[in-house]
Nanobody
Framework: QVQLVESGGGLVQPGGSLRLSCAASGSIFSINTMGWYRQAPGKQRELVARITHGGSTNYADSVKGRFTISRDNAKNTVYLQMNSLKPEDTAVYYC??????????????WGQGTQVTVSS
């Protein structure tokens, strides 16, 4: 079994910054892609950013130039640095990782979600 623990959400003023973390633990042989998604009230969950094991990244157009995703493979942790936050970034943010088990089977896991609120 794999556990994901997210942290770093909160309330911030427009223009401010937050850093989200998501640490994975448990039966992990390796991790492929790690990513962050978000879901605002009344909207579908959407991809924010993701990063491959090798470090290749892609971002939603709405966050390019403001958000940076990174990972620490030794710690099985993915981060999302969010700068120049806007009210429209308000959402619950979820991490998502693809874990490879000792049997080389890939399985996706979701974090519990962390609330990010951007408001003055």
């Amino acid at each position: 079994q794999v556990q994901l623990v997210e942290s770093g959400g909160g309330l911030v003023q427009p223009g401010g910054s937050l850093r989200l973390s998501c640490a994975a633990s448990g039966s992990i042989f390796s991790i492929n892609t790690m990513g962050w998604y978000r879901q605002a009230p009344g909207k579908q969950r959407e991809l924010v950013a993701r990063i491959t094991h090798g470090g290749s990244t892609n971002y939603a157009d709405s966050v390019k130039g403001r958000f940076t995703i990174s990972r620490d493979n030794a710690k099985n942790t993915v981060y999302l640095q969010m700068n120049s936050l806007k009210p429209e970034d308000t959402a619950v943010y979820y991490c998502n990782i693809e874990v490879i088990s000792a049997l080389l089977q890939p399985t996706p896991y979701w974090g519990q979600g962390t609330q990010v609120t951007v408001s003055s």
